[in-house]
């Protein structure tokens, strides 16, 4: 089965430090999502790319966090610096979004990355 | 945006039993999924059912989009079924993945 692969799936660090995500998407999915999930807040959107364009990053604090897509094949979220609060498991998805007549296409999470900063 | 909700937040069952999670959402959709998190945190797919109905083993899932509810059934329920379920649609007015606050189903030997 295909998959979406990310890394590291955790990560301890001191608040401070850079922190690097990394994901990669299923070969022919055009969009790919960055989800958090904490305790208190559920999912929460961060970030996504429609073929590698960033489409909308509303969801994220614009001063520490950025998202990017060098290529196809990879994806990438990085917190700089980290804090405390950021503690939470970071999901990537992969999906081909089409249309509003033909719909969305199955979306297909990775395994997350559990980040914590102490 | 859509607004997704689902019911019951929580559900405890004996090992065996049966269950039925709902789904409702507040436009009309033309995709809808569902999902497990289980207990190490993985979302698993479950149904990709815009519409119609669709079976996998113990579990189905029923989706009636022009009175914009989907249920999933899960039948003769494992330990392994419990987590938190949830389902999401695409919401292409906004262009966001939705997701309902889910079901948390607990299963009890």
């Known amino acids: 089965d295909a998959r979406v692969t990310q890394t590291p799936r955790h990560k301890v660090t001191e608040m401070g430090q850079e922190v690097t995500m990394r994901c990669q998407p299923i070969?022919?999915?055009?969009?790919v999502f960055w989800y958090r999930q904490t305790m208190m807040q559920g999912l929460e959107l961060l970030a996504y790319f429609r073929n590698r364009a960033p489409l909308d990053d509303s969801g994220m604090p614009k001063d520490r966090f950025s998202a990017e897509m060098p290529d196809a094949t990879l994806a990438t979220l990085k917190i700089q610096p980290s804090e405390p609060r950021d503690s939470a498991v970071y999901f990537c998805?992969?999906?081909?979004?089409?249309?509003?007549?033909?719909?969305?296409?199955?979306?297909?999470f990775g395994a997350g990355s559990r980040l914590t900063v102490l | 945006g859509i607004q997704v909700e689902q019911s019951p937040p929580d559900l405890i069952l004996q090992e065996g039993a049966n269950s039925t999670l709902r789904c409702n959402f507040s436009d009309s959709v033309n995709n809808l999924q569902w999902f497990h998190q289980n207990p190490w945190g993985q979302l698993i797919n479950l149904f990709y059912?815009?519409?119609g109905t669709k079976q996998n083993g113990r579990l189905s899932a029923t989706t009636v989009a022009t009175e914009r509810y989907s249920l999933l059934y899960i039948s003769s329920s494992q330990t392994t079924d419990s987590g938190v379920y949830f389902c999401?649609?695409?919401?292409?007015?906004?262009?966001?993945?939705?997701f309902g606050t889910g079901t948390r189903l607990t299963i009890i030997p």
């Open positions: 998805a992969s999906g081909l979004v089409r249309d509003r007549v033909s719909g969305a296409n199955v979306l297909t």
């Open positions: 999401a649609v695409f919401d292409f007015g906004n262009e966001k993945l939705t």
């Open positions: 070969l022919g999915h055009n969009t």
């Open positions: 059912i815009p519409s």
